[in-house]
């Protein structure tokens, strides 16, 4: 922060171009890696606090420190950077949100990863026994490309990840599961840091409200309608400005699958109304003005969830590259100062921004046998979505590896942009701000969709239900594949 006024054009993390930083910057912190941890370890130390770092990075500062890699060892960081991304989210990898759920056992006593990994950067990934989850293909598998864009280009301070052809083995016989991971490869990371800064950009507030009785989503759809109406005749009269935006959704009536809605006529609906202003003393008006509601409008409406809404600031992201001979780390051990380090080398690569293969440049099979059958997406794979910013990621992973010649040539990058397109944000002329990109993980027969401007703005700065994605994956498993033939007999 004390370096903010001399930052002027930085350059993006995500697109090849430069911005002003924002003048209303509230904080930023680069991501570090996992030599400072190292470092700390291999001082003594018994404990490591540090601010902001790349999430692999507490798995592998620990996996150097007691292996003695060394930073050259591009495979070897790959590998322990894998098994960092694999259990950073704790029970994602052991049964949390898979798409077989039902197939889960316990989730009260939810057992959380263990990795063993040897020097050679091979490792195995398990839970404790005696505990619930569950360990399989496809619960580590949805974890590989969770949160990710180009799998050839996972981009870390410490090494630039290829886990295009990472293998996932189950390993038979342990109590709730186990799996052999192996195949990540490494490259030069870049010269920078990427920066997580965030602005304040005004004020929002969410009203959720239940409603019961006939035609419930009709009753609170004409409630928000008239809640935003009645408060916006309000600033006129106190010269505010109106909303700078507005989300309204009827939960239970699939509002957020747009044209793939298939449910109407609902009893039961619950009313979700988002607003963001430039200013809290609208906001304020807009708190006040949802209660009316329950008695001057719609019958059924039961309640305000957790009361008035509250007004808070939204604080929004903002990503840039910055060298990383600008920047020291400084290391305490008890209390003092001890060393200072900079996490750069001569030989590290430019940063570039992530590929962008044309569709019609990626290879797709031909010479499939068809059929008259249609399978829905969730028959032929597992799915994970994540977010990154503004984007959102969904990972699809053939259940079997007959299926992945199939996944490939009918879930285009142009199928999976059509059906999400009621979610993503269009540009002045009406078209998608959106460069369509679809990679390939063919050691898992995977395949994974990168949708930019996909979720309102991500995060605190989206008015959406789903403000990070995390039901994008579950809503392509409805997608149908037409004209197959009988895969479960080819599989047979």
Known sequence: MPQKDSLNMLRMADVEEKKTLPKTVHSMNAYLGAVPIKRCLDLGADIVVTGRCVDSAVVLGPLMHSFGWEQSAFDLLAAGSLAGHLIECGAQVTGGIFTDWHKVPDWDNMGFPVVECLADGSFTLSKPPKTGGLVSFGTVAEQLVYEIADPQRYLLPDVS?????????????????????????????????????????????????????????????????????????????????????VNIQVLGVEDTYGPHASNSG??????????????????????????????????????????????????KPFFFLYPKTELKVNIYLNGELVETLREADSSLAEWRAPSRLPEENVYKPTDLPTGPHSYRLEDLAYTRSGDKGDSANIGVIARHPLYFPYLKKFLTADVVEKYFQHLIKKNEMGFPSVTRLRYELPGICGLNFVLHNSLGGGGVASLRSDPQGKAYGQMLLDYSLTGLPHLTSLVD
């Open 266 to 315: 609902l009893r039961e609906a619950v009313l979700w109304m988002a607003v963001h202003h430039k200013q809290k003393k609208a906001l304020e008006f807009f708190s006040r003005e949802v209660a009316p509601a329950g008695t001057g409008m719609a019958p059924g409406l039961t309640g305000i969830v957790g009361g008035r809404p509250r007004v808070s600031p939204v604080l």
């Open 161 to 245: 990840c290829d886990f295009s052809q990472v293998t996932i083995t189950e390993i038979p016989g342990v109590d709730g599961g186990a799996v052999r991971v192996g195949g990540a490869k490494g490259s030069p990371p870049s010269r920078d840091y990427k920066v997580c800064a965030t602005y304040m950009d005004g004020f929002r507030a969410t009203a959720v409200c239940p409603v019961g009785g006939p035609r419930a989503a009709e009753k609170a759809r004409r409630t928000a309608e008239s809640i935003i109406k009645r408060t916006r005749c309000i600033f006129r009269q106190m010269g505010l400005d109106d909303y700078s935006g």
